[in-house]
């Protein structure tokens, strides 16, 4: 079989951050974690990559080479990742993993269930769940060997619970040994004892777009952040990954986010260019400007902050809940929400 596998720059071992701007590559052979694959049993017979940063800035010339190499090397699978709890790794992955599949590759991924990268793929590959980071790279590696190998050789896969992978949004028939009716009043008596359950899991349908603002010049508007802005020092200690609290900070006679005065503490990238400019992380100049030209109505004299790297979907969605609250009781008509 051949076997080709894409990894970032960082599980390339081509560096961190200040090598997240590398342009694809190709390498021959397993290399980082391609290694720990052969162990697992099986074997890349070729490396591609990309930085994270040159991926989220570059996507289409990205796509075009590291396709062409796929094209050329004709895989029996494409493994992508392991990228865990990394948002701009997993999307990469997930988006190279969906084109493939696209042009008949079969894909095997690893992700955490929250990753960007699940979504971007569109059911297109095999997604192993896994940890927020490395540590639980061994658990997960023997699954991706084992769902690679099977697919390379065309033999069938099982369903997700029986495999270990994400669900993919597809539905198939099986037969099942008891009659509908049967079934049926099994899940009619267990939503009645209080343990409501389905056979069939629905949609997530997110969350709903808001009506558009009919007037901006006539409302309140805030700022809200998840790029880990706070006052220089981060007084009230903003975990810089896995965020288990927000802020609230005053913006009362404050017209810039100056350098002086605030940070970033975000995990997630290089915060070098955003902590010479915390307005490009808050933009509080651009929006006096606005409230002082008439554009919008006022600007709230508070802003909201918190650190959104491997934040868990349901801690952020806890974190929404709580500041649309406190948003809505302060009478704020609009919101400017800026992330990394």
Not at 46 to 53: K, L, V
């Amino acid at each position: 079989m051949t076997v080709v596998h894409y990894l970032n720059q960082f599980f390339a071992g081509l560096g961190g951050e200040e090598a997240a701007d590398t342009e694809p590559f190709r390498i021959d052979g397993p290399v980082g974690p391609g290694n720990a694959l052969v162990a697992a049993g099986i074997t890349p017979d070729a490396t591609i990559g990309c930085g994270d940063d040159f991926f989220g800035q570059h996507e289409g010339e990205a796509l075009r080479s590291l396709l062409g190499w796929i094209a050329e090397l004709q895989p029996d699978v494409l493994i992508c990742g392991p990228s865990f709890g990394s948002g701009r790794y997993g999307y990469a992955c997930g988006v190279v993993a969906r084109e493939a599949a696209r042009r008949g590759i079969p894909v095997v991924a690893a992700m955490t269930p929250d990753s960007p990268g699940v979504l971007a793929s569109e059911g297109a590959a095999y997604i192993v769940p896994t940890g927020s980071n490395v540590a639980s790279m061994r658990t997960v590696l023997p699954t991706i060997a084992s769902l690679g190998s099977r697919l390379a050789l065309g033999a069938p896969v099982g369903g997700p619970e029986e495999e270990g992978y994400l669900p993919r949004g597809l539905r198939g028939n099986v037969h099942a040994a008891r009659s509908g009716a049967a079934r049926a009043v099994d899940l009619l008596l267990s939503k009645l004892e209080g343990t409501v359950r389905t056979e069939i899991e629905p949609p997530d349908r997110g969350v709903p777009v808001p009506p558009p603002i009919a007037d901006a010049a006539t409302v309140t508007v805030a700022l809200v952040t998840e790029a880990g802005c706070v006052p220089q020092g981060n007084p009230d200690r903003l975990p810089t990954r896995h965020a288990n609290v927000w802020l609230r900070y005053s913006l009362r006679g404050v017209d810039s986010m100056s350098a002086d005065r605030y940070e970033t503490v975000h995990a997630g990238f290089d915060t070098t260019v955003a902590n010479q400019d915390p307005n490009r992380l808050v933009p509080l100049d651009a929006a006096r400007e606005l409230e002082a030209n008439g554009r919008i109505g006022r600007l709230a004299d508070t802003f909201y902050t918190t650190s959104g790297v491997d934040t868990p979907v349901a801690t952020a969605a806890k974190f929404g809940q709580e500041i649309a609250a406190e948003l809505r009781e302060s009478k704020i008509g609009a919101v400017i929400l800026t992330g990394t």
